[in-house]
């Protein structure tokens, strides 16, 4: 059974940076778009950005040019660089299957706080 584990999470002031990591156990890792998810308080989940098995990217509109999204297929990982943090990035932050979700992992609690 594949599990999600995200780590990297924090605190951070606004305009600060954190890397995220999540580490997918299974062997079928490299064969799925993977996504980094995020959910505010009081919010519902939102799709924060994707990456393809071939590398194609796409963000939200509210992280464009701030996240960047990358993937290790031998280590099983992806990967969501955060700079320019702002205080409505607060969130806990997951990671899944952009499609074919799998159980949600524990998530990684991100606070942009001055």
């Known amino acids: 059974q594949v599990q999600l584990v995200e780590s990297g999470g924090g605190l951070v002031q606004p305009g600060g940076s954190l890397k995220l990591s999540c580490i997918a156990s299974g062997s079928t890792f490299s064969s799925y778009t993977m996504g980094w998810y995020r959910q505010a308080p009081g919010k519902q989940r939102e799709l924060v950005a994707t990456?393809?098995?071939?590398?194609?990217?796409n963000y939200a509109d509210s992280v464009k040019g701030r996240f960047t999204i990358s993937r290790d297929n031998a280590k099983t990982t992806v990967y969501l660089q955060m700079n320019s943090l702002k205080p409505e990035d607060t969130a806990v932050y997951y990671c899944?299957?952009?499609?074919?979700?799998?159980?949600w992992g524990k998530g990684t609690l991100v606070t942009v706080s001055s």
């Open positions: 899944n299957r952009r499609s074919s979700l799998l159980g």
């Open positions: 990456i393809s098995t071939g590398g194609t990217t």
